[in-house]
């Protein structure tokens, strides 16, 4: 069990915005940044938000990050078919002194 | 362009003991931190190890402490895990990762994976 808590399912149209959440504490987000992967079905995960709401070279617009409190959101607006993939949050802990991923969503472009 | 090949996954026993390598090219590998980042059949993302040359630090997850060591070779830009007394939990994806900031845990260039089952 993670100290960072994803919805294990999210989805949407082509077209549509959503949001995926990341809840945590104020050992982890509360105190640290968050970081956004994206893995595609049978790939290896890729960084698409670091540092809360930074995207790496390469990322489209239509995603973005941001941070509240002890909570992350990943937005993706404009979703297409090839945004299907599992989505995973990331940050330090500072109580465990360590890493952790959230446990992942996984979202379904209808 | 970051390249991170992971070598050395197998079939292995429980209890015995196996050695993941990884070539890293295309950035200054003495410049970066690295890791290993597991993810067992249909799960989530786990850390497992991590080593930063400017910190002078190596992390390890509390489920391999004792039983893994991460190694490097800054001459042949390569990373290693050896892992020992293995067992069914450790059945995973094992991907070979750079973290550009190891404060804030910021994964930013993946392997493509190594696959490790263990099963008698």
């Known amino acids: 069990q993670s100290v960072l808590t994803q919805p294990p399912s999210a989805s949407g149209t082509p077209g549509q915005r959503v949001t995926i959440s990341c809840s945590g504490s104020?050992?982890?987000?509360?105190?640290?940044?968050v970081n956004w992967y994206q893995q595609l079905p049978g790939s290896a995960p890729k960084l698409l938000i670091y540092?809360?709401?930074q995207r790496p070279s390469g990322v489209p617009d239509r995603f973005s990050g941001s941070k509240s409190g002890t909570s992350a959101s990943l937005a993706i607006s404009g979703l297409q078919s090839e945004d299907e993939a599992d989505y995973y949050c990331g940050a330090r802990d500072d109580s465990l002194n360590a890493p952790v991923f959230g446990g992942g969503t996984k979202l379904t472009v209808l | 362009q970051v390249r991170l090949v992971e070598s050395g996954g197998a079939l292995v026993k429980p209890g015995e003991s196996l050695r993941l390598s990884c070539a890293a090219s295309?950035?200054?590998?003495?410049?970066?931190?690295m890791a290993w980042i597991r993810q067992a059949p249909g799960k989530g993302l786990e850390w497992v190890s991590y080593?930063?040359?400017?910190?002078?630090?190596?992390y390890y997850a509390d489920s391999v402490k004792d039983r893994f060591t991460i190694s490097w070779d800054n001459a042949k830009t390569s990373l290693h895990l050896q892992m020992t007394r293995l067992t069914g939990e450790d059945t995973a994806v094992y991907y070979c990762?750079?973290?550009?900031?190891?404060?804030?845990?910021?994964?930013?260039?993946w392997g493509q994976g190594t696959l490790v089952a263990v099963s008698s």
């Open positions: 080593v930063s040359l400017s910190y002078n630090t190596v």
């Open positions: 295309g950035f200054t590998f003495s410049n970066y931190h």
């Open positions: 104020t050992s982890n987000i509360g105190s640290s940044a």
């Open positions: 990762a750079t973290v550009m900031d190891v404060v804030a845990t910021v994964v930013d260039w």
């Open positions: 540092r809360s709401s």
